[in-house]
């Protein structure tokens, strides 16, 4: 419109608006272009494709075992094993899960694991801690040293005690010693004041949230950590990108906020969550924030056991059952109130 209006005064002016309309759309551009980076860094479009399944013999990876409503996270590397809570859940029952935890750490040959870290008391992260005490030789156990007063924390502690198993209490700027090379295991929660309900701690807010690095690539494995950990961590400055996510919380909505994914920038969602679980997880909004982040989107309802392996530089997933991306995008609905 401009450059027509200016035509009337002669050439010579219509050319120098030219250039200046030239100019603006030039300017306009690079505008646009740096509001799509803003709004969509980290997004769909600039997500990492997935590595074809890496085979290599040195490869680290994290196997979200599918045990229902609960989590048994395992890392490998070198025929060396590490376990990240040992849950157990009341449905579809207690049995089931534990069978699927010892079955899958039995097919791998599983003897020893070099640690066992419970990321909070909870019985869907703890409930099969005691017997995986005593059917397997394991060379640390840690937690955040909250006090708690159920029978299955007290009979694991215990345990603990009696059979003179080193223990070590962790919180934010730990390390956890790693028996793998090249591979970093950092605590970044809870943070050292604890997150308070009233005037107990809380239980899922004071999770131990850890990020296991192997060279380039980063897994954040968050335990049921919520919003206001998140906060924490945020607040606290911790370095929390990571291309491995496990949502926290089995996908709850009090757990993943846009803040804290936008820190985390993940390539790879993983939610532990039992089939109709009675939660409702994983719940509608934190799956709609997890599309707009990475197409590779995981549950262990749908999917079954989720490995997700490394070779330190990209990454590749593996599933038990066939995955159906627009399946593991819907999200589940509660029971119905009886
Ligand atoms: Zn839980």
């Given amino acids: 419109m401009a450059a027509k209006k200016s035509g009337r005064s002669g050439g010579r002016r ?45 490869a680290f990876a994290m196997h979200a075992i599918d045990v229902g409503q609960a989590d048994a996270i395992l890392l490998s590397k070198d025929n060396t094993y590490a376990l990240i809570d040992a849950g157990e859940t009341m449905s579809p029952s207690e049995r089931e899960a534990q069978d699927k935890l ?63 198993i080193p223990y070590r209490v962790v919180s934010a700027g730990d390390t956890i010693s790693s028996p793998w090379n090249d591979v970093t295991l950092n605590v970044l929660s809870p943070q050292k004041d604890l997150i308070m309900s009233g005037s107990r701690p809380d239980i899922n ?35 929390l990108n990571a291309d491995i996510l496990k949502a926290g919380h089995h996908g709850s909505s009090t757990s993943s906020t846009q803040k804290f994914l936008n820190a985390v920038r993940p390539a790879v969602i993983v939610i532990s969550v039992g089939e109709g679980n009675e939660y409702g997880h994983p719940h509608k909004e934190p799956l709609e924030r997890f599309v707009q982040m990475t197409k590779h989107i995981y549950r262990t309802d749908m999917d079954g056991d989720v490995v997700v392996t490394t070779d330190g530089e990209v990454y590749s997933v593996a599933t038990r ?15 119905a109130e009886a």
């Fill in 14 to 58: 219509r050319k120098k608006s030219n250039k200046m309309q030239k100019q603006i759309v030039g300017i306009l551009v690079v505008i646009v272009a740096a509001a799509c980076i803003l709004l969509f860094g980290g997004a769909p479009g600039s997500v990492p494709e997935l590595a074809p399944l890496i085979t290599d013999e040195h």
């Fill in 102 to 164: 010892f079955a899958y750490l039995d097919s791998l040959g599983v003897k020893r694991l070099e640690f066992l870290l419970l990321t909070h008391q909870d019985y869907d992260h703890i409930g099969s801690a005691l017997d995986v005490l005593k059917r397997y030789e394991v060379g640390t156990v840690y937690d955040n040293g909250v006090t708690h007063t159920s029978a299955t924390y007290e009979k694991l502690m215990q345990y603990i005690l009696e059979e003179d």
């Fill in 205 to 239: 807010e004071n999770s131990v949230v850890m990020k296991a690095t192997y060279r380039n690539v980063s897994y954040l494995l968050t335990g049921d950590a919520e919003k206001k950990a998140e906060e924490a961590m945020l607040d606290a400055g911790e370095d």
């Fill in 321 to 335: 059952k066939p995955h159906v991306y627009e399946n593991v995008i819907v999200p589940n609905q509660p029971a």
